[in-house]
């Protein structure tokens, strides 16, 4: 695709997201647009982002309708498939989230097996200390794209969408906190009272994961495949 073309392009990417952002239907911006959003790449999309946040978009309003974008963009985003080989970056960090996904799951399954329960069986009790544990290391898992994925990214003049990726992971640790603090505080507590408050911090750790990692998978992992260099990935 030729400059004036993806220039085109990204300018029409823009005006979908600002339609959307002023509320207009996200099916009939889709239909509206349908020939544009065709051929929409993740960097176009990228850096439609970006610039509108550079023209005074606040951030948090980008971030707040991230998942409308990726389900108005989802059928060109998913027509890229961007695979990387076993031990590239990109492959072990979409590993990790599936991982991750995986606790999230446990954890919700572990709180509704609470509900209407008279004691926490010993299993139930070893396995949510086991998650616990699982969920503490995944912070490593966030350091290595902030601290090495984003500032490559930033280097090839993404640095908006990073930022915004950023502010998730920060959403994702504020969460995981209230369940380190709730499972600290679950000896003093009435089983059903803390079954309650398990389900509801289960079902935002797992909603928040899928929403964040859904972006990463289908916007920034695939830009960051098409900006860097095999030299950067080593």
Not at 23 to 49: N, T, Y
Not at 150 to 159: A, Q, V
Not at 161 to 170: L, N, S, T, Y
């Amino acid at each position: 695709m030729n400059d004036s073309t993806s220039k085109d392009r990204k300018e029409i990417l823009k005006h979908v997201i600002e339609r959307l952002h002023e509320g207009a239907d996200p099916e009939e911006v889709k239909e509206g647009f349908k020939e544009a959003l065709k051929g929409a790449s993740s960097v176009e999309i990228a850096q439609a982002e970006e610039e509108l946040i550079n023209e005074g978009m606040p951030r948090e309003e980008i971030q707040r309708l991230c998942k409308i974008h990726l389900e108005v963009f989802r059928e060109s985003l998913e027509s890229e498939k961007p695979l990387a080989p076993p031990g590239h970056p990109i492959r072990i960090l979409m590993e990790e989230h599936k991982a991750l996904l995986q606790f999230a799951g446990e954890l919700e399954g572990i709180a509704e097996k609470l509900r209407g329960t008279s004691g926490l069986d010993a299993t139930s009790r070893e396995r949510l200390k086991d998650l616990e544990g699982r969920f503490k290391e995944s912070a490593r898992h966030y350091e290595r794209e902030e601290n090495v994925l984003f500032p490559y990214l930033e280097k090839h003049g993404i640095k908006q969408p990073p930022a915004i990726m950023w502010m998730e992971h920060d959403q994702i640790r504020e969460t995981e906190k209230i369940l380190y603090r709730l499972m600290d505080e679950r000896e003093g507590m009435g089983l059903q009272e803390f079954a309650k408050q398990l389900r509801e911090v289960a079902s935002s750790l797992a909603e928040l994961l899928m929403d964040h990692f859904a972006k990463e998978n289908s916007v920034l992992f695939p830009a960051s495949l098409k900006v860097m260099a095999e030299d950067e990935w080593k």
